[in-house]
């Protein structure tokens, strides 16, 4: 079984810097893109960031200039490192992995639960 677990959120005030976390497990051959996307209250899920698996990444406005997506194939792992932080950047941050195959040769995408961001004024 795949899983996608996020780490990282927490409280931090206006203009402070978070490292967001998201760490692939299970029987995984190979993952496309990986993406960081947030949903806040009463709002639609928006991409953040996307990544390839040959780095190359793409930044949604919301956050454009003041994030930076990485990721380590070898590990499985994920990062978005956002500074600059706004009280409108309060929402939950997601994990996604689009096109996800496994050692059976299953393909499909993927999302993890979710880590709170609250950036107080």
């Known amino acids: 079984q795949v899983q996608l677990m996020e780490s990282g959120g927490g409280l931090v005030q206006a203009g402070g810097s978070l490292r967001l976390s998201c760490a692939a497990s299970g029987r995984i051959v190979s993952i496309d893109h990986m993406g960081w996307y947030r949903q806040a209250p009463g709002k639609q899920r928006e991409l953040v960031a996307r990544?390839?698996?040959?780095?190359?990444?793409t930044y949604a406005d919301p956050l454009k200039g003041r994030c930076t997506i990485s990721r380590d194939n070898a590990k499985g792992l994920m990062y978005l490192v956002m500074n600059s932080l706004k009280p409108e950047d309060t929402a939950v941050y997601y994990c996604?992995?689009?096109?996800?195959?496994?050692?059976?040769?299953?393909?499909?995408?993927?999302w993890g639960q979710g880590t709170q961001v609250t950036v107080s004024s």
């Open positions: 996604h992995a689009d096109s996800v195959v496994n050692v059976e040769g299953a393909r499909r995408d993927f």
């Open positions: 990544i390839s698996s040959g780095g190359i990444t």
